[in-house]
Structures are given as structure tokens and as C-alpha cells.
């Protein structure tokens, strides 16, 4: 069993890697369990409980007793999805700009124990990256199980929350996924996890053989997943070439589902901090969140999501206000039409973009 495994792994693990990022509900999913996205997934952009327990458990409806003797008959199909992207930009005074990226994504388990997750850019080269692969196992019951991974990866409470990785590496924020492993137990409706990987700067280099470590965990509150979640995250970043100084972030993200006849979706968030700075001084960090989608049919939903964070609290005026309005209509199960406007407001001056984005998925 243990060689049949390793096998499976090194074939997955030689297409993910040779193939050298954007997550995505995963149509291959679907196929295997023979049900509609909208199992786990609120649609459009975050995972109802059913979906919550699905990753965690090592994308399987359940986890496994450890007695169970289970055996697999993989089709590729089931584990595998690709999509493609098509965005057409505009950005304040300049032109329109237009960007193709194919991705090949998937996962699932490979024994009764084991799964794996796998997220990779195919195209263009400018950026070919893995974003995810790790490995993960799980033994228990529905009601409570322990789950380890390995790989590069992200704590389980940023999975849904978006407000935790900034897309433009803000020092307010926890930084992206790296090398690491973790580790955790559910139990009934709570869960919690530590997780320990490589440090990064906010341009992603190692942090010179530093490690971060997070503590993090949710309790659901209700069946369609309303939840308190919180994390204390401590690790390194790098400033220059022979500097690292310490991060501290803490923070706390709720989730509250199917308001207004289940049409309502809302979340909220705060993160706070501290680290050392080049110069032997030190910054204090902070942000906020907000953010609601309401889903007028199975088709179509709009969101309006509101980040404000300041670098440093010390200093007055660097703070920076993000507002992200998005229209998303689904005219099939693997169409996707998304229109997007973003505000950055700083330093008195704001920066806008509009973009409309066609996705493909299979």
C-alpha cells in the first residue's frame, strides 16, 4: 500500500512541478462526488460549511476511520481541472491592457488517509509559479478527526478570508504561502491548528533559514457556517541584505452566512501587530475589513469588500483604504463573466481599475 501511495505522489508531484496561481472552485470536484459546485461553495467567491469540511477533511466527504480499508480506482478526471482567463483592464489614464493565464489545478485523496492539493500557472512563463501543493492525511470520524499537511501552503483560516494575503505584499498583512507544515484536530464545531513554515519578505525571498509560526482556529456557531476564527501569527521578514526583524501579527475574521433569507452573506475582520525596523525602531500595524455579497439568483451575485490598513500607527497619514465592488454571472456551471472596480486611496491621491474578466473551467 505504502509504494502504491508514494508512486501516485511522485507522479503528481513530477506534473506540478515540471509544469510550473489563483484558487478556484475545482469543476474536477464536482465530477468525482457527483454534485453541483453550489454543495460547498456559496456562490460565488467563499465556501459554506459543507466546503470547509471537505478541505479540511482531505477533500473527502468524510474523514476516514482508521480501520477503514478503503481502496481508490483514481480517474484522472476526478482529481484534475483547468481554467483559463481572459481579463481586459483599464487603469486610471492609461490603456486598456489585456491578460491570458491558464491554470491547471486539483486534488483529492489517495487513500483513505491520504490526499494532496496542487495549484500551478501554465501559462503565461512571466508567471509560472506553484502556488500550492501539499500533502495532507486524515483519520477520525466526521465529528472529529486530525489532519496534518505538508507542503507549501497556507493556515486553514486564510482559506476563505481573503482579507489575510494581500495582493501586493502590504507589511499590514500576513504574508503569502511558503514551505511549512501543519498540524490539528476537530471537534465538533471547533478546530484549531499550528502551522510552522518559512519565513518571506514582502517580496517573497526566504528569510534567511527563519521560520513562522501560527497558531490558528474557528468555532462554527451554526450549520451553514457562521463562525468566529482567530490566529496569532510570529515570524521574520527581511529588510535588506543583512537584515531580518521580527513579525507579530494577531487577529481575529467572522464569518456570518444566509442572512436576509439566505441571500446575505457578510463577513468582517481585524489584524494588529508589531515588528522591528531596519533602523532599530519598531512600526505597529493595524487593518480592518468588511465585506458583504448578496446572491440575487444562482446565477448572479455582487460583493462590495473594504480593507483599511496602516503600516505604522506612529506615523500619521500612510494609511490606505482598498474598495473592491465585483458583479459575478454564471451563464453555465463553467462560465464565468466577473466585472471588477478597485480603489486604492493613499497619500491623498487614488488609484482606480476596472476589469472584466472571462473564465473558462473544466
Known sequence: MRRNILGKLLVLFGILYFIPHEAAAIPAWSRKEGAPCSTCHYRFNRLNQTGLDYYRQGFRTQAQPSHSKQELKPNLSDYFSVLGRVDISKRDDRDYSTDFRATLYGGGELSPHWSFLGETTLNPPSHQEIADFFLGYS???????????????????????????????????????????????????LWGEIVVFQSASINDAPSRNKVDVVANGQYIFTSNGTSLGGYVWEGNVNVDAFTTDPYKRYGFVGNFNELAKGKLLLAAGFTK????????????????????????????????????????????????????????????????????????????ATDKQFTLSLRFMY
Do not use: C, M
Open 139 to 189: 483519520i477520525g470520524t466526521k465529528d472529529q478527526y486530525l489532519f496534518v499537511r505538508a507542503g507549501q501552503l497556507l493556515p486553514f483560516l486564510t482559506v476563505d478570508n481573503p482579507f489575510e494575503v494581500a495582493a501586493d505584499r502590504d507589511s499590514a498583512f500576513p504574508r503569502d504561502r511558503h514551505i511549512g507544515a501543519a498540524a490539528g484536530y476537530y471537534w465538533n464545531k
Open 273 to 348: 501587530g508589531k515588528g522591528d525596523s531596519g533602523g532599530g525602531g519598531s512600526t505597529k500595524t493595524q487593518a480592518f475589513f468588511g465585506q458583504g455579497e448578496y446572491v440575487f439568483s444562482e446565477k448572479f451575485s455582487a460583493l462590495l469588500h473594504v480593507v483599511r490598513a496602516d503600516p505604522d500607527t506612529d506615523v500619521s497619514g500612510n494609511d490606505k483604504t482598498i474598495y473592491t465592488a465585483s458583479a459575478f454571472w454564471w451563464p453555465t456551471d463553467s462560465v464565468n463573466v466577473i466585472g471588477r472596480f478597485i480603489g486604492v486611496n493613499q497619500l491623498g
